[in-house]
C-alpha cells in the first residue's frame, strides 16, 4: 500500500471516531504533560544549583591546605579518600610558605594563587560594636559575579582602606529602623590581634629592659601577640542573608577586606598557632590556606592531582558536584518513572480505542484484504493512526507541561516574595526534553498498538466479509 494511500485510509478513520480518538490523544497529552513538568522541574532546580555555584567561579578554584602528617587510611590526612597506589606516588607533606605559592602559582593552567586571609575582629561603629569573622577579597571577585545584588562599589583599588560589609552585619552596626545602605560612606574600626616579629634573642636581650622582657612562649613562637585598630570606611553593602544574597565560596564572612591590605595586617589566625605547636623550624610567610584558580573547570581534575603529587591537600566543588550529579540524576529518574505512570495509562486507552476500532471496521478490513491488501498493510494502517495519536498527543503535552510549568514558577515567585525572599527560577524545558517527550510518546502509541494491528492482520477477510 503506498504511503499516499496509507495516511488518507489512518486520517478518515481518525475523523469517523472523533470523540474517541480526541479523548485518547487527550490521556496521551496528560501523559506527556506530567512527564515533561515533573521533568523541567528537576532540570530546573539543577541548573539553580549550578548557576549558585557558577557565577561565584567556585567551579575553576581549588583550595589547597596543607597535608596532615598522618598514616594511610586514618582520619586527618586531608587529601582525600586514595589508594595505596596513589598513596605511593604522593610526596610527604609540606609547609604551605612562600616557596609553596610559588611553585603553585607555576603549574600550568593557572591564573592566580591567593592566600585564604580570615580572622575575627571587633567592628565598631558608635555606640555599636560587634564580633565579626572578617575575609580578604581578591581584586578578581568584582567580575565573578560573587558580589550581584551589592549596593555601593567595588574596592577602588587593591591597597585601599575599605570594606564591604554583609547586610545582616551593617543591621546590627546601625541603630535600630536603619536601612543597611545607612553605612555606605561611614567609617568602622576594627579591633584584631595582630602578629609582631620578634628582633634575634641577641639584640632583644640587650633592647629589653627588665619589666618589658618577652615571655617563654612568645620567644619560642617567633613573634608576639598585641592588640591593633584599623578604620576603614564603608564602600557596599551585601544583601543580607534572609534575601538570598551575599558571596557564595569558601570564604563566607560578615566583612570584606582588599587581599592585599587584609595580607598586610600580619593578623593572628589559627594555622599560626598550629605551625608553632608543629615546628618552630619554619622560615617566611606560612598560610592556612590558598585559593588557586584555574583557567576553566576541565582543569580542575588535573590541577588538583598536580597540587596533592606536591604534598598538599587540594580540594574543590567539582569533587562535590560529581555526587552531586549523581543525585540529580536518580532524582530525574524517579521523576521520570512517576510521570511515565499517566502515559502507561494513556497507552491503555490507545488499546482499548484499536480494538474498538477493530471491531467496528471488520468488513472494512474484510473489503481491503479482498481486494489485494496483505496482512502487512493492515498492520501498517493501525501503526500509522496509533502513530499520529502519539504525535498529536506528544506535541499538546509538551505544550500543556510548559503550561503547568510556567504556573508552578509564577506561584513559587509569589510565594517567595511575600515571605521576602528572591524568587530564583526553578523551571526550565530544554529542547532535548522537548524532542524526548514527543518521541517518547510516539513511541509508547506505536508499542500500544501492536496488538492491534496483529489482530487486524490476522482476520480472515471472508468471514469480516459476513461480519455486520
Given at each position: ?282 622560615v617566611g610567610q606560612r598560610y ?113 507541561g510548559w503550561g503547568i510549568g ?63
Amino acid at each position: 500500500m503506498k504511503v499516499r494511500d496509507l495516511t488518507e485510509l489512518a486520517a478518515r478513520n481518525l475523523r469517523e471516531a472523533v470523540l474517541r480518538n480526541s479523548l485518547t490523544t487527550l490521556g496521551i497529552a496528560v501523559g506527556v504533560a506530567s512527564l515533561v513538568a515533573l521533568l523541567s522541574l528537576g532540570v530546573g532546580l539543577q541548573q539553580l544549583v549550578n548557576r549558585s555555584v557558577a557565577r561565584a567561579g567556585l567551579f575553576d578554584t581549588v583550595s589547597v591546605r596543607p597535608r596532615q602528617n598522618t598514616p594511610f587510611g586514618q582520619p586527618g590526612g586531608g587529601g582525600g579518600r586514595r589508594t595505596p597506589r596513589e598513596g605511593s606516588n604522593l610526596e610527604p607533606p609540606r609547609a604551605l610558605d612562600d616557596a609553596a605559592r610559588k611553585e603553585i602559582a607555576a603549574l600550568p593552567n593557572v591564573l592566580e594563587v591567593n592566600p585564604e586571609v580570615r580572622f575575627t575582629a571587633e567592628a565598631r561603629l558608635e555606640p555599636n560594636s560587634q564580633l565579626v569573622l572578617v575575609s580578604g577579597m581578591a581584586q578578581s571577585s568584582q567580575s565573578s559575579g560573587t558580589l550581584d545584588g551589592m549596593t555601593g562599589k567595588f574596592f577602588s583599588g587593591p591597597d585601599v582602606q575599605e570594606v564591604i560589609v554583609q547586610g545582616d552585619m551593617a543591621k546590627r552596626l546601625l541603630e535600630d529602623g536603619k536601612a543597611p545602605t545607612a553605612l555606605l560612606g561611614q567609617e568602622i574600626t576594627l579591633r584584631f590581634a595582630q602578629r609582631q616579629a620578634l628582633p634575634p634573642p641577641s639584640q632583644q636581650a640587650a633592647a629589653d629592659a627588665p619589666n618589658q622582657a618577652v615571655g617563654p612562649d612568645e620567644e619560642a613562637m617567633g613573634f608576639s601577640i598585641v592588640p591593633s585598630e584599623k578604620k576603614f570606611r564603608v564602600v557596599g553593602v551585601l544583601p543580607g542573608s534572609d534575601s538570598g544574597g551575599g558571596p557564595v565560596g569558601f570564604n563566607n564572612a560578615g566583612l570584606y577586606l582588599p587581599l592585599a591590605v587584609a595580607e598586610k595586617l600580619q593578623v593572628v589566625q589559627g594555622a599560626d598557632l598550629r605551625d608553632v605547636a608543629r615546628t618552630s623550624t619554619g622560615v617566611g610567610q606560612r598560610y592556612a590556606a590558598l585559593n588557586v584558580r584555574a583557567t576553566g573547570p576541565a582543569a580542575v581534575t588535573q590541577l588538583e592531582s598536580s597540587i596533592s603529587h606536591m604534598g598538599f591537600a587540594a580540594f574543590s566543588l567539582i569533587d562535590v558536584t560529581r555526587n552531586l550529579r549523581t543525585f540529580f540524576a536518580i532524582f530525574d529518574l524517579f521523576l521520570g518513572i512517576f510521570g511515565s505512570l499517566a502515559l502507561a495509562v494513556a497507552s491503555l486507552g490507545i488499546i482499548n480505542t484499536l480494538v474498538m476500532a477493530i471491531l467496528e471496521r471488520r468488513r472494512e478490513i474484510g473489503v481491503l484484504k479482498a481486494l489485494g491488501a496483505a496482512n502487512r498493510d493492515v498492520r501498517q494502517l493501525f501503526f500509522a493512526e496509533a502513530g499520529v495519536m502519539g504525535l498529536v498527543g506528544g506535541v499538546a503535552g509538551v505544550m500543556l507541561g510548559w503550561g503547568i510549568g510556567r504556573v508552578i514558577q509564577f506561584g513559587t515567585m509569589v510565594y517567595m516574595k511575600r515571605q521576602g525572599l528572591s524568587s530564583p527560577n526553578i523551571w526550565s524545558v530544554p529542547w532535548w526534553l522537548v524532542l524526548g517527550a514527543i518521541g517518547f510518546a510516539v513511541l509508547i502509541s506505536l508499542v500500544s498498538g501492536i496488538y492491534p494491528a496483529s489482530r487486524a492482520a490476522q482476520l480472515d477477510p471472508v468471514e469480516a466479509l459476513r461480519y455486520e
